[in-house]
């Protein structure tokens, strides 16, 4: 298994506000995506990373995330699309040949661990196809436009999903293959391999692993940061 990651940060995050996309707000002493990065790169199986990134910033990108990483594992940039599925098939498609299985993860998920790759590998080499999965919590309803309730759903089926997703190559490529509407339509990459028509199994998620969306969030993850150990290339 030949595994590299691709890493989504792409977005301009804005309901985060603030000039800065999310991705490259400074965190811990480093842009989020830096921590990112890092961990997914410590991760003994995983080769290299492609990331995806705003159109115009890859020199930004260079000097200010790739310049201060941990690892010393190939990292190469791409510029983003117009949707989160457009910049995952550019990234796709600048993988190296041997890269055999992906990992597709969020810039703004800096807490991914260790154990939630393994597992995810694991699930892939078994079923080719893995995502992260949360039970749900709360109450979940069903809203029609005006906002009143339609009908409730059956939480004990419903789960919350994560990223990274794990996929084969060849299997992830097939799925995205599709026109630039079915890429737009997507919310993560499992929906268009579902809709060619593959299972995707789950593993268990993990509460820390949460994408930063807004400035509380920033909070959280220092906290945590704080209290981990840098990491670097093939340590784990």
Wanted: glycine share 6%; charged share 20%.
């Amino acid at each position: 298994m030949s595994v590299w990651a691709v890493v989504v940060a792409a977005g301009k995050g804005v309901r985060m506000g603030g000039a800065t996309p999310k991705q490259f707000v400074e965190v811990a002493g480093r842009p989020l995506v830096a921590h990112t990065l890092d961990a997914l790169l410590a991760h003994a199986s995983v080769e290299g990373a492609v990331v995806a990134v705003p159109r115009g910033a890859k020199k930004f990108v260079e000097q200010q995330v790739l310049a201060r990483l941990a690892s010393s594992k190939p990292v190469k940039l791409v510029s983003g699309g117009d949707s989160r599925a457009a910049s995952v098939k550019r990234a796709l498609a600048a993988l190296p040949a041997r890269a055999d299985t992906v990992l597709v993860h969020d810039g703004a998920r800096p807490l991914v661990a260790r154990a939630l790759v393994d597992r995810l590998l694991a699930a892939v080499a078994r079923h080719r196809a893995a995502i992260p999965a949360l039970p749900a919590t709360e109450t979940l309803k069903e809203v029609a436009p005006d906002g009143t309730v339609v009908r409730t759903l059956p939480r004990e089926r419903i789960v919350c999903v994560q990223t990274p997703q794990a996929f084969a190559r060849d299997l992830i490529e097939r799925a995205f293959a599709v026109d630039d509407a079915a890429l737009a339509r997507a919310t993560d990459c499992a929906s268009l391999v579902e809709a060619a028509g593959a299972p995707v199994a789950t593993v268990p998620g993990e509460r820390d692993n949460l994408k930063v969306t807004e400035p509380a969030d920033l909070a959280f993850v220092a906290s945590r940061l704080a209290a981990r150990p840098r990491v670097v290339a093939g340590s784990v």
